[in-house]
Structures are given as C-alpha cells and as structure tokens.
C-alpha cells in the first residue's frame, strides 16, 4: 500500500530531475525542485494522519460531511505543498554549500536513481505493451535487463556529475576551481570614482 502512495511522487521526482539535469541552464533547480516533490508525499500522509486524530478525538459532528471531506482533503494538500516547499528551499541551501566532492556525490546518487527509475519505468511500459519475450529464459533475462539498466542510469549519471557546480544556484556558485574555504568570500567590488 506505502509503495501505491510514494510510486506516483517518486516517478514524478525522477522525471523532473531526468529533465532538468539534461538542460544546463535548468540544472541549479534540478536538486530543490525533486526534493520538494518526494517531501510532499510524506508531508501529506502526516496532515492527514494529524486530521483524522484530531477528528477522531474531537466532535466531528459540528461540520457537515460534504465540507469536513472538503477541509481534510484541502488542508491535507496545501499541507503536503507546504511541506515540499520547505524541503525544496532546505535543499537548496544544503547544495549551495556541500563542498565539490560531496556535491558531486550528491548529484551521482541522485541522477543514478532518477535514471534508473525512469528505465524501469519504461522497461514495464515496455514488456507491459509488447510482452518481448516469454521463454524458459525470461528470469535470466530480466535480470541482465536490470543489470543493463542499473549500468546505463549510473553512467549518465557519472557524466551529468562531470558539471556539478551547474547544480548549485547562481548568486552561490564558485568559479572554476575555486576551493570551499573562499565561498563565504565576495569577490572585491571595485571603488566608484571619488569625482
């Protein structure tokens, strides 16, 4: 059940990542805009479990059912936004400042398991269509698939991983070979003529 409920926000992450990490200018919104996606299913489940308790323990009677099955769903939603938005906003602010390595960690986990899911996504669209093969084989098969598919999906992410300071956003992104220890340093600015 757990798995019906993420399987939508997890697809949903991981096409949007796919997206924006193949477009360069797109890409410093490529880690907050997921991340914001994924929190807002946990988000969601925990405004409905905290309105079905307050329900339950309170007079449930005073709404009519129409409208107390209007205000959960809605308060669940705009609990569930609220939640993503917070997450997305958190995340950002953790990519700006992890240092190159562990960005560039971040940004090879991250697009390995977006790839992934969008490769099994439509590897099942795909057998579910076209039922490809069904011999005495299909086990080995589908387990080459997967292995075919893991190795795909962690090789673009490798390569997308090669222009990590792109995944930050701009006003906090080094130049080029800067170290972490200058990113709280502004360059100078130079003076305005005393004329």
Same mark, same amino acid.
């Given at each position: 059940?757990?798995? +019906?409920? @993420? $399987?939508?926000?997890? =697809?949903?992450?991981?096409?949007?990542?796919?997206? *924006?990490?193949?477009?360069?200018?797109?890409?410093?919104?490529?880690?907050?805009i997921p991340a914001g +996606?994924? @929190? $807002?299913?946990?988000? =969601?489940?925990?405004?409905?479990?905290?309105?079905? *308790?307050?329900?339950?323990?309170?007079?449930?009677?005073a709404?009519?059912?129409?409208w107390a099955s209007i205000l959960y769903v809605s308060s669940g939603i705009l609990g569930?936004?609220?939640?993503?938005?917070?997450?997305?906003?958190?995340?950002?602010?953790?990519?700006?400042v992890l240092p190159r390595p562990l960005l560039?960690?971040?940004?090879?986990?991250?697009?390995?398991?977006?790839?992934?899911?969008?490769l099994l996504t439509l590897a099942f669209v795909m057998d579910q269509q076209f039922s490809l093969y069904s011999g005495?084989?299909?086990g080995w098969s589908e387990a080459l698939a997967l292995g075919l598919e893991l190795l795909l999906s962690l090789t673009g992410a490798i390569l997308v991983a090669q222009n990590a300071e792109q995944f930050r956003t701009r006003r906090m992104r080094?130049?080029?070979?800067a170290p972490f220890r200058r990113r709280g340093q502004m360059p100078p600015v130079p003076a305005a003529d005393a004329r």
């Open positions: 059940m757990q798995i +019906i409920f @993420a $399987a939508p926000f997890v =697809l949903a992450a991981a096409l949007v990542f796919t997206i *924006l990490s193949l477009i360069p200018r797109a890409r410093r919104w490529a880690i907050p +996606i994924i @929190a $807002a299913g946990p988000s =969601l489940l925990v405004v409905f479990i905290v309105e079905a *308790l307050t329900i339950h323990f309170f007079d449930h009677t709404w009519p059912g129409r569930g936004i609220v939640g993503g938005v917070g997450v997305a906003v958190l995340a950002s602010f953790v990519a700006n560039r960690l971040a940004v090879v986990l991250t697009g390995w398991c977006s790839y992934f899911v969008m005495p084989f299909r080094l130049p080029y070979g």
